[in-house]
């Protein structure tokens, strides 16, 4: 893959980060994919990272790595959520600690699992009843399956679910205009809302 077209595939995978709608989104990245691994993921965090997004390797191994980019003040707020709280708490998880304690555990956690440990959702700004829902019920009989599996409120996944949509609608469109990761960054601000009225008013 050409770098144009692996930034597209962090754009759409990372849209509702980008755009300010959600607090975090993760990559897999695969050197089959996307190239010599370190040098691209290392351009993606810096470019990231000038728009107040931060990262974090999960992961590696071999030839992938699974990186998390993230709006740390808003990822914090999010675990602080009693029921978030309490399902950190069950998986061992610092009670009294930082964001970075936090995803030092998560990162244990992953490699242990070699996989996605079930409260990894709380991390990607899931619904911690939704999580919690997941967890009880072994993954199965969800009210609502899109982004995530909903076992809450199934009218403000639907939403929630619309908004993301919306998000990567409004990245691509800027990706099919010629527009690279970095241009994105800085055109979008980071803030849904703003950006999609000036989209919706044609100044876009």
């Given amino acids: ?61 071999g030839q992938r790595s699974l990186m998390l980019f993230y709006r740390a003040e808003w990822l914090e707020e999010s675990l602080r959520d009693p029921m978030a709280k309490k399902i950190l708490r ?26 996605f440990p079930h409260e990894i959702g709380l991390f990607l700004g899931y619904p911690p009843e939704d999580v919690d829902g997941f967890i009880r019920h072994g993954g199965k009989d969800s009210k609502l399956s899109g982004y995530w599996k909903v076992y809450g409120s199934t009218e403000q996944a639907e939403e929630t679910f619309a908004l993301y949509d919306r998000c990567r609608a409004v990245l691509s469109d800027l990706l099919e205009k010629g527009h690279g990761l970095s241009d994105i960054l800085h055109i979008t601000g980071g803030n849904y809302y703003a950006y999609d009225h000036r989209l919706l008013v044609g100044n876009g």
């Fill in 1 to 61: 893959m050409k770098l144009s077209v692996a930034e597209e595939v962090v754009v759409d995978t990372c849209a509702q980060v980008i755009m300010g709608a959600k607090p975090a989104n993760m990559v897999a990245f695969s050197s089959a994919v996307f190239g010599p691994l370190q040098s691209f993921i290392e351009h993606c965090r810096k470019l990231f990272s000038a728009h107040g997004i931060d990262s974090r390797e999960l992961c590696t191994c």
């Fill in 90 to 115: 069950e998986n061992g998880y610092p009670e009294v600690g930082s964001l970075d304690a936090l995803l030092d555990h998560l990162t244990y956690r992953v490699g242990l699992h070699q996989g």
